[in-house]
Every structure is written in structure tokens, then in C-alpha cells.
């Protein structure tokens, strides 16, 4: 079984700042991992997925991730926050590749942007 | 390129009533997937189909719930004799095949109210 721990239900940071949104997976076989935004009344878009290529992902719009097998972690990271950057983000599991064939979601985590 | 298409945007049916929400696939695309996402909760796997079959439907509940993707039109998601906590934005995406090096995109959602 599948399961995704997203620390923090809101995170706030200032515009400029450094934004880190955590990770933690659970999965049994080697994970596809995913990190999803989603603005307000719109659908999910994909930021970056891993998938056993680079540890270090990079994504649209300056976001990154790291995938750490020892610490079952997938952060994901901006140097500099925007005031666009503000909406919800979901980071995602699977085992079945690169699709959106059950997959299995965090919570999410709100980001806050602080002018 | 016309996106996920899914409609209605908002459904609002009674106890008891039937929903139907429909998803038009990326142009090209013949996998879809449906995602539930409860109030403050992660989205949830539902079903997934690839023109006229069923792969997946793992995430479906075992009654008053079921999909189709038929050869011609929509992907449609039905949900018999709605109850209160059928109440949920539904999302569905689509992608251009499985495996690893593909990428699926999600519709902006139909969110359901049970009255």
C-alpha cells in the first residue's frame, strides 16, 4: 500500500523568500512521485515528477524537488516565492509510471504568499 | 489544443437523484482517469479506462457508482440515488498512453453539491 504525509496544511512565506513544501512517502515497490498545483477552481497541473532518473527534478516555473530514498522524502523547493506561486499543492505516489493511474495523493499543503 | 474538458462545472442534484459528469479527452488521448476529492481531503483514485474497457476500478465504490468511456464521445461518470456525502469536486484526467514517459492533464473538475 501507498500512502503520502504532507507536513503542514498552510505554509506561509514571504514574497522573495525561500518556499519548502514537504513530502513523505510510503510505498513498497520503487515510487513514481509527483508534485501537483492547483489554483483556485481550476484542475491540477503537473509541476515535476520523478521517475528513477535524477534524484534532483526540476519543474516549471523555478520549482524543484529532491527525491531521497533514505529519508522516504520528496520536498519541494523555490529560491524565491512569487505572489503567483499562492495555491495548493499536492504531492503524489504511484507505482504504476507516469500517468495518473492510481495515484495516491496527499492532503495538500496551501501556500501562502506574504507581500 | 483544447484541454481536459469536463461538464457541468457545477451539479447540484437532491437525495436520490442520479448525476452524470461527462469528460472530453486531450484531442489524441485514449486513457482517462477519475479522481474524487472530499473537503479537505487528497484527491482519491476512482476508476480508470481506456476506450471501451475498464483497467482499473479499484477506487470504485462497489454500488451506485460506475463509468464508461465509450468509442465515440465522453467519458461518463454516474452516480445512482445521490447521498449528502456523494458531495465532491470530481476530477478526471487524461494522458496519451500508460507507462513511464507519458504525462497525464486534469479538467478543471465538476463539483457536486447533494441537497
Known amino acids: 500500500a501507498q500512502s503520502v504525509t504532507q507536513l503542514g496544511s498552510h505554509v506561509s512565506v514571504s514574497e522573495g523568500a525561500l518556499v519548502l513544501l514537504r513530502c513523505n512517502y510510503s510505498?513498497?515497490?520503487?515510487?513514481?512521485l509527483f508534485w501537483y498545483v492547483q489554483y483556485p477552481n481550476q484542475g491540477l497541473q503537473l509541476l515535476l515528477k520523478y521517475t528513477s532518473a535524477a534524484t534532483l527534478v526540476k519543474g516549471i516555473n523555478g520549482f524543484e524537488a529532491e527525491f531521497k530514498k533514505s529519508e522516504t522524502s520528496f520536498h519541494l523547493t523555490k529560491p524565491s516565492a512569487h505572489m503567483s506561486d499562492a495555491a495548493e499543492y499536492f504531492c503524489?505516489?504511484?507505482?504504476?509510471?507516469?500517468?495518473?493511474?492510481?495515484?495516491?495523493f496527499g492532503k495538500g499543503t496551501h501556500l501562502i504568499i506574504q507581500p | 489544443n483544447a484541454g481536459v474538458m469536463q461538464n457541468p462545472r457545477h451539479l447540484v442534484r437532491r437525495r436520490g437523484q442520479e448525476a452524470r459528469l461527462r469528460c472530453s479527452p486531450m484531442k489524441g488521448h485514449s486513457h482517462v482517469y477519475w479522481y474524487r476529492q472530499l473537503p479537505e481531503e487528497g484527491l482519491k483514485f476512482m476508476v480508470y479506462?481506456?476506450?471501451?474497457?475498464?483497467?482499473?476500478e479499484s477506487g470504485m465504490p462497489k454500488e451506485r457508482f460506475s463509468a464508461e468511456f465509450p468509442k465515440e464521445g465522453p467519458s461518463i461518470l454516474r452516480i445512482q440515488q445521490v447521498v449528502r456525502g456523494d458531495s465532491a469536486a470530481y476530477f478526471c484526467?487524461?494522458?496519451?498512453?500508460?507507462?513511464?514517459?507519458?504525462?497525464?492533464?486534469f479538467g478543471q473538475g465538476t463539483r457536486l453539491t447533494v441537497v
Open positions: 484526467a487524461s494522458s496519451p498512453r500508460r507507462g513511464e514517459n507519458t504525462e497525464a492533464f
Open positions: 510505498s513498497s515497490v520503487p515510487p513514481y
Open positions: 479506462l481506456q476506450k471501451e474497457n475498464i483497467i482499473d
Open positions: 503524489a505516489v504511484s507505482d504504476r509510471g507516469g500517468g495518473a493511474d492510481g495515484l495516491t
